[in-house]
C-alpha cells in the first residue's frame, strides 16, 4: 500500500517569497503524483501532474513540482508567491489502482 | 460549464439520525468517487462508481454507509444511524473517462456533516 507524508503543517511565507511545500511517498509500484489545492469553501483544483516523461511538471498559477525517483518526492515549489495563493495543498499518489491524499500543508502568505 | 455540485453544503443531523447526500457531476464523466475528509486532513477514498457500477467501495467505514448512482448520472451517499464519528466533510469527485487513478479528478465544494 502506498502513503503521502507532507512534512510541513503549517508553512507562513511573505509575499513575493519563494516557497517549497514538501511531499514524499511510498510506494511498492511506480506512480503518478499529484499536487491539488482547496481554497476556503472550495472544492479541490489539480494544480499539476506527474504521469510521466519529463520529471518537472509545471502547473496552473506559476506552481510547478519535480519527480524525484530515488529520494521518492514530489516538492510543490513557486518562486514568487501572492497573498491569493493562501489554501490549503494536498499532495496525492496513484498507484493506478488506489488514490491517497496526504494530510495537507497550510500555506499562509503574509503582506 | 458547470462543474460538480453537492447538497446539501451543510447537515447537522442528531445521532441515530439517516442523511442522504447528494452529488451532480460534470455532464458525461464516466467515473465518480466519494471521499471523506475528517478535519484537519486529507480525503480519505471511500468508493468508485464507473457509471451505475460500484466498482469499488472498499473504502466504506462500516455497513452504515451506502452508496448508489442507478442511471451513472448523480450519485448518493447514505449513511444510516449516524455516529458521532461520521462528522465530516464528504467529498465528491468526477472524471471523463475509465483511467481511474490517472486522470484528473474533478470536485466538488463538499457537504460537511456535523453528528450531535
Known amino acids: ?111 | 460549464g458547470a462543474g460538480v455540485s453537492q447538497s446539501p453544503r451543510y447537515k447537522v443531523a442528531k445521532r441515530g439520525q439517516d442523511v442522504a447526500l447528494r452529488c451532480d457531476p460534470i455532464s458525461g464523466h464516466v467515473s465518480l468517487f466519494w471521499y471523506q475528509q475528517a478535519l484537519g486532513q486529507g480525503p480519505e477514498f471511500l468508493t468508485y462508481f464507473q457509471n451505475e457500477a460500484q466498482l469499488d467501495k472498499s473504502g466504506l467505514p462500516s455497513d452504515r454507509f451506502f452508496a448508489e448512482r442507478p442511471e451513472g448520472s448523480v450519485s448518493t451517499l447514505k449513511i444510516q444511524r449516524t455516529q458521532q464519528e461520521d462528522s465530516a466533510v464528504y467529498l465528491c469527485a468526477s472524471s471523463l473517462g475509465l483511467a481511474r487513478r490517472q486522470e484528473t479528478q474533478y470536485f466538488g465544494p463538499g457537504t460537511r456533516l456535523l453528528v450531535l
Open chain 1, 1 to 111: 500500500a502506498q502513503s503521502v507524508t507532507q512534512l510541513d503543517s503549517q508553512v507562513p511565507v511573505f509575499e513575493e517569497a519563494p516557497v517549497e511545500l514538501r511531499c514524499n511517498y511510498s510506494s511498492s509500484v511506480s506512480v503518478y503524483l499529484f499536487w491539488y489545492v482547496q481554497y476556503p469553501n472550495q472544492g479541490l483544483q489539480l494544480l499539476l501532474k506527474y504521469l510521466s516523461g519529463s520529471t518537472l511538471v509545471k502547473g496552473i498559477n506559476g506552481f510547478e513540482a519535480e519527480f524525484n525517483k530515488s529520494q521518492t518526492s514530489f516538492h510543490l515549489r513557486k518562486p514568487s508567491v501572492h497573498i491569493s495563493d493562501t489554501a490549503e495543498y494536498f499532495c496525492a499518489v496513484s498507484d493506478g489502482q488506489n488514490f491517497v491524499f496526504g494530510p495537507g500543508t497550510r500555506l499562509s502568505v503574509l503582506p
